[in-house]
């Protein structure tokens, strides 16, 4: 081979390899504080409170929380997240269980905190369970939208997922979009959207017998306790930094998932169907209108 020829060759793997080398930094840049949960109870959440009633069991693929007259219990995760996707199954305290609450939801910390919450509140025995689902930012509340579920939760385990970025946060039950809180609509309105604070993922069952079933006239039967719930199936996918610059650069898949015309259509039928309660319809509440965010362009 000329030297000519062969110094072209040299000069091309130099720029191939150097092409390449480049490709796997920027990746690598993008994927910086993206993580994944393991898939085990063991590795991916810390049993926080409960004194015990709190058991990982299944080799870490099950996790048990119990109250009792005495106390409940709880967990949360090791990681704290700024945008992602979240997924729990759950099975819920079956038979009497007024007066209970069973959550999983995604909280930071402080007074100004930003919060987004799955609750599953208990009702006497053959009644159905509601879904309290709500939004907080900065430290403000009281965005509640309640749901009837199409099956019975107690049963047998049902998938509950949040998906969060920047452009909004929707509810998921089975995979069916049961609430979409977009961040548009707040921004129209003046009100903050969650999008600065890293949040942990939290679950519990406590007691909030004073208003949890039927605003609070069906007390707890403590002779029903211990009163369990079951999780299994906890997958979250997201942003691990806390540069939130950085988490907005992501590229995961949840920082891009909108609903299409047909996640829209199940959207529409799920709360025509299945919804019970909506803040921005409350007149009593708000006998001055509905909060601004409930008629801001979506």
């Known amino acids: 081979m000329p ?5 072209g060759s040299s000069r091309l793997v130099v720029m191939r390899t150097t092409l390449l080398v480049l490709g796997a930094v920027c990746s690598a840049a993008l994927l910086a504080g993206v993580a994944s949960a393991a898939g085990s109870f063991y590795q991916d959440v810390d049993i926080t409170w409960g004194d015990g009633r709190g058991k990982i ?20 995760s090791r990681s704290q997240y700024l945008y992602g996707r979240f997924d729990m199954q759950l099975k819920l305290i079956p038979g ?22 799955f609750e599953f ?9 509601t879904v309290h689902t709500n939004v907080y930012s900065q430290g403000k509340g009281g965005r509640e939208q309640q ?23 929707v509810f998921y039950v089975d995979g069916v979009p049961i609430r979409d809180f977009r961040a548009r609509a707040a921004a129209a309105a003046g009100v903050p959207f969650p999008a600065s604070q890293p949040m942990r993922v939290y679950a519990s069952v406590w007691d909030a017998e004073e208003w949890a079933t039927q605003g609070g006239r069906v007390r707890t039967d403590w002779s029903r306790a211990p009163f369990v719930a079951s999780y299994r199936g906890f997958g979250a996918a997201g942003c691990t930094s806390p540069d939130a610059a950085a988490c907005a650069r992501s590229n995961g898949a949840w920082m891009f998932q909108e609903l299409d015309a047909a996640g829209q259509e199940q959207l529409r039928r799920a709360q025509a169907t ?3 309660y909506d803040y921005c319809a409350d007149k009593y509440r708000f006998p001055q209108g509905p909060p601004p965010e409930c008629a801001a362009p979506k």
């Open 147 to 169: 749901f009837r579920v199409w099956f019975d939760p107690t049963a047998d385990f049902h998938t509950y997922s949040v998906v969060w970025n920047p452009s909004h946060i």
């Open 274 to 276: 299945y919804m019970i």
């Open 96 to 117: 009497d269980s007024a007066g209970t609450v069973t959550t999983f939801y995604l909280s930071s910390q402080g007074s100004q905190h930003d919060e987004i919450d």
């Open 121 to 129: 509140l208990g009702n006497a025995s053959g009644e159905p369970y």
């Open 3 to 7: 030297a000519a020829m062969a110094s």
């Open 57 to 76: 069991l299944n080799g870490g693929q099950l996790l048990t929380l119990s109250m009792d007259r005495a106390s409940g219990s709880g967990f949360q």
